[in-house]
């Protein structure tokens, strides 16, 4: 992973020795920071057996040791790891894996066996590979031959010009006119498809059409894929890394005051003010009531009071909370509560 920012404009053969797959899913890096554990979501870019890459909603320092928990699609139990910052750009991490037993490493090969997961590496090459047959040009097919010159070169004789006669013209010479002859057929021939040797060109360039025109569907279908596959992973993560079937699910089991689940907080995301809000003088105290799930993250909002901008504001912060999972009778459960942002000049 360490080499992920260097290679981002590599297009020969992989250099890794250890095989890379594409997986958007959503994940947990914990960092211990003055002795405070910070809890930041993300989604994952690509996984392999000695780290990861992934798109995090805060910043991480290079040479941080952190913990990972990473939901992998279709696997029944988080994938959870030790590691340590290897790279930051802007929002973009590489984190190399730290003790990763040989069970983990298992389960990350029969996953990307089960789920048949892409290479970026081996997609690289085939879209290169896709990206050279478009570039070669019908031309570069071999020319047909040349029927002027295979008969010029069996009869040098015609290629010669025949000795003048008088008054400067030519003796009719038989085997030249039945040359000629021979060689207008030929011709005649050829325009009409019956030269084997134009034939097979046609065929050739026939070919040629066929395999220009699938791999570029293939090319285009690949990439609507991945595209779709890309943002539906993106959805997923700015919707609170729930479905709405599991949040429908969720029913709040208990009223928490909101000074008690203060002090659970983990992880706070300040809104930002609008610039709209800002310069219409837009100011106060937006109040929401939110609901909680077991792993801590909000679930759902609704604003109680305030203009819809500020409340929209406030709402898109507050997706990205963080709390420590509140426990009824020694079980994490769904709790609602109140919490209040306050928009200042």
Not at 75 to 87: G, I, M, Q
Not at 117 to 144: E, K
Not at 326 to 338: F, L, S
Request: proline share 8%; hydrophobic share 40%.
């Amino acid at each position: 992973m360490a080499g992920e920012e260097q290679s981002k404009e590599w297009s020969g053969p992989s250099r890794r020795r250890v095989p890379r797959f594409v997986v958007q899913a959503p994940l947990d890096v914990t960092v211990l920071r003055s002795g405070i554990p910070d809890t930041m979501p993300g989604r994952s870019v690509n996984l392999g057996e000695r780290g990861i890459a992934a798109m995090m909603a805060g910043e991480l320092v290079a040479g941080e040791t952190v913990g990972v928990e990473l939901r992998l699609p279709l696997a029944v139990d988080p994938l959870r790891a030790r590691a340590l910052v290897r790279y930051q750009d802007k929002l973009r991490c590489g984190l190399e894996f730290v003790g990763l037993s040989a069970e983990q490493r298992a389960s990350i090969r029969d996953w990307a066996k089960d789920t048949k997961a892409l290479d970026p590496d081996v997609h690289r090459s085939a879209v290169s590979g896709i990206a050279r047959t478009m570039d070669a040009a019908p031309g570069s097919l071999p020319n047909p031959p040349n029927p002027k010159a295979a008969i010029a070169e069996k009869s040098p004789s015609i290629a010669a010009p025949h000795a003048g006669t008088k008054w400067g013209l030519k003796a009719p010479d038989p085997a030249l006119e039945k040359t000629k002859e021979r060689e207008k057929k030929i011709a005649d021939r050829s325009r009409s498809g019956g030269v084997p040797g134009r034939a097979i060109s046609g065929s050739a360039k026939k070919w040629s059409r066929v395999a220009w025109i699938t791999f570029a569907a293939v090319a285009v279908l690949a990439m609507a894929a991945f595209w779709w596959r890309w943002n539906r992973g993106w959805d997923d993560l700015e919707s609170g890394l729930k479905t709405e079937q599991a949040v429908e699910a969720e029913k709040p089991e208990a009223q928490v005051p909101a000074e008690l689940m203060e002090k659970l907080l983990l992880h706070r995301v300040e809104p930002k003010y609008p610039p709209e809000a800002r310069q219409a003088g837009l100011e106060g105290v937006i109040a929401l009531d939110i609901v909680v799930g077991r792993d801590g993250s909000v679930v759902r909002m609704r604003p109680l009071n305030g203009p819809e901008v500020l409340a929209r504001a406030a709402t898109d912060a507050l997706r990205w909370w963080k709390f420590e999972p509140y426990r009824v009778n020694g079980e994490p459960a769904v709790v609602e509560t109140t919490v209040a942002v306050e928009f200042k000049r």
